[in-house]
């Protein structure tokens, strides 16, 4: 698909079929992820993949929504503090902008599969540690569910470049 079409297509789905996601489009979004550019190429990060079957109050814990258990696959983006790149000369840490890339390569990767996605950043992270058993020194950091859409896109409201694009200065 041309990629100004993809980036139109994409929508936050919030109702989807029962439909399980083929093995091979879930191998092909999350080789879309490995491929993400992160700071220094460090790729401070490690995707868990959630199957939902039968999970539907377990998964409550991390965000409640019932069309969020309703999806076949959660996948959470997880980061790893101790492996990221930080700039020496003011201490910024790349953790949060390296996953921020990893999901919008797996949100577009998932796009062009035909798949549905919904960028989570509400969620509890105390439920998302519980239920997914995550160690001390790793942060969830966003989540989005993964299937085949059952809604349909409303009309996306953006602002005009005109208001979010300045050259040369502020």
């Not at 139109?8 to 491929?35: F, H, M, N, Q, T």
């Not at 079957?53 to 980061?79: D, K, N, S, T």
Request: glycine fraction near 6%; aromatic fraction near 8%.
């Amino acid at each position: 698909m041309e990629f100004n079409g993809l980036i139109r297509r994409r929508y936050s789905v919030r109702a989807y079929k029962p439909d399980p996601v083929e093995d091979e489009k879930l191998g092909i979004v999350l080789e879309a992820a490995r491929l993400a550019p992160t700071a220094s190429n460090r790729q401070p990060f490690q995707i868990i993949v959630v199957h939902t079957q039968g999970r539907q109050a377990e998964l409550a814990q991390m965000y409640h929504r019932e069309w969020f258990a309703q999806a076949p696959l959660i996948l959470c983006v997880c980061g790893v503090p101790a492996q990221t790149w930080v700039r020496s000369k003011d201490g910024k840490n790349s953790l949060q902008i390296d996953a921020a890339i990893v999901m919008d390569h797996i949100i577009l990767a998932a796009t062009d599969q035909g798949l549905g996605t919904c960028w989570i950043a509400a969620f509890d992270p105390v439920g998302v540690r519980q239920v997914l058993g995550l160690p001390d020194d790793v942060e969830p950091i966003v989540l989005t569910t993964l299937g085949y859409s059952a809604d349909q896109p409303r009309e996306k409201i953006r602002k005009p470049l005109a208001e979010l694009v300045r050259f040369e200065k502020w």
